[in-house]
């Protein structure tokens, strides 16, 4: 009983260094896992993979080894990409298919062939989304529902088809990718997007809960960017604290590879600009947004 109780302990302290040390040097971290190659013989499963986010990870991931199953709506950017890894990176396998996350069936279709083509799935990024939205009560209902649709109900039905593999396997990690406007109610453009991704946080607490009451093997991260500029804001104004997407897909790789249950990315400054959000009045949020 002593022998487990150190072995937890130590594993606990050496964990909570590897993610103190992943958020605040996430360039230097990935390098120590790169000459590792921490994903050698795993595979990792990236939705919305064909441009921003997605693709900044995917690059990523290849990068430490890992093989990809990568999926998206626009399969010519994804066969660009594959090509690329696969003659960056030789060792490694990458295979893709179409996927149109509002299609919740094919979800279920492309995840199950995914698995059945690698022999399993170690990772899963719920990544795929949407971030047009409108002010409510403007007339915009279709618009404002369509991003509740995606970024909520397709992201439940990824959740629900990455658990259904890691349940059979007993094993996995899934990740997926809320943003900081979870973290209050927001005006103008950002009220329902920001909505719909607090909901995606709330189903992956829950289901961490689950795990952790259950006794499962399986990993669950919520990661929380702050504002990164991809292709999903081309053109809009400076943002607060941005970051471009390098910079933001390594602080996001990072935090997901040292096993976070919860991390905002880049950490500085928006673990501390998450704590504030929660407590600020929101004529200051306001400024934020």
């Known amino acids: 009983m002593q022998n487990k109780l150190i072995s937890l302990v130590t594993r606990s302290a050496n964990q909570s260094k590897n993610q103190v040390f ?3 040097q996430p360039a230097r ?42 999926c998206a709506r626009r399969t010519d950017r994804l066969e660009s ?8 990176y030789p060792n490694i396998r990458v295979e893709y298919r179409a996927l149109d996350v509002s299609d919740y069936e094919a979800i279920f ?25 409108r002010r409510i009560g403007k007339g915009h209902f279709e618009t404002n ?3 509740a649709d995606i970024n909520f ?3 439940l039905a990824q959740c629900e088809a ?26 103008r453009h950002l009220t329902t997007y920001g909505a719909s991704k607090a909901g995606l946080a709330h189903l992956a607490e829950g289901i961490r809960a689950d795990m952790l009451l259950t006794k499962l093997p399986i990993k669950v991260s ?26 933001g897909t390594q602080a996001i790789v990072a935090a997901i590879e040292a096993g976070v249950e919860e991390a905002c990315v880049p950490s500085l400054p928006w673990s501390m600009v998450g704590k504030a959000m929660k407590h600020l009045p929101l004529q200051v949020i306001n400024k934020l947004s």
Do not use: C, W
């Not at 990409?81 to 960056?88: E, W």
């Not at 007993?170 to 005006?187: D, K, T, Y």
């Not at 919520?222 to 910079?247: C, H, Q, W």
């Open 109 to 133: 279709t492309v995840f199950d062939t995914f698995a059945e083509d690698f022999g399993g799935i170690d990772r899963v990024v719920v990544n795929a989304g949407i971030g047009d939205s």
């Open 162 to 187: 990455a658990m259904n593999i890691f349940r059979a396997q007993n094993s996995g990690h899934l990740v997926v990718i809320s943003s900081m406007s979870a973290m209050r109610g927001l005006p």
């Open 222 to 247: 919520t990661i929380y960017p702050g504002y990164i500029r991809t292709e999903i804001n081309e053109g809009s104004k400076p943002l607060p604290f941005e970051v471009d997407a390098d910079t």
């Open 29 to 70: 971290y990935l390098n120590d896992l790169n000459k590792q190659q921490a994903g050698q013989d795993k595979t990792v499963l990236i939705t919305g993979a064909s441009s921003g986010l997605g693709e900044g990870m995917a690059r990523l991931f290849a990068k430490l080894g890992y093989n990809l199953a990568i």
């Open 81 to 88: 990409l594959k090509s690329d890894l696969m003659a960056t």
């Open 153 to 155: 109900i397709s992201a």
């Open 22 to 24: 992943s958020a605040i």
């Open 145 to 147: 529902r369509r991003t």
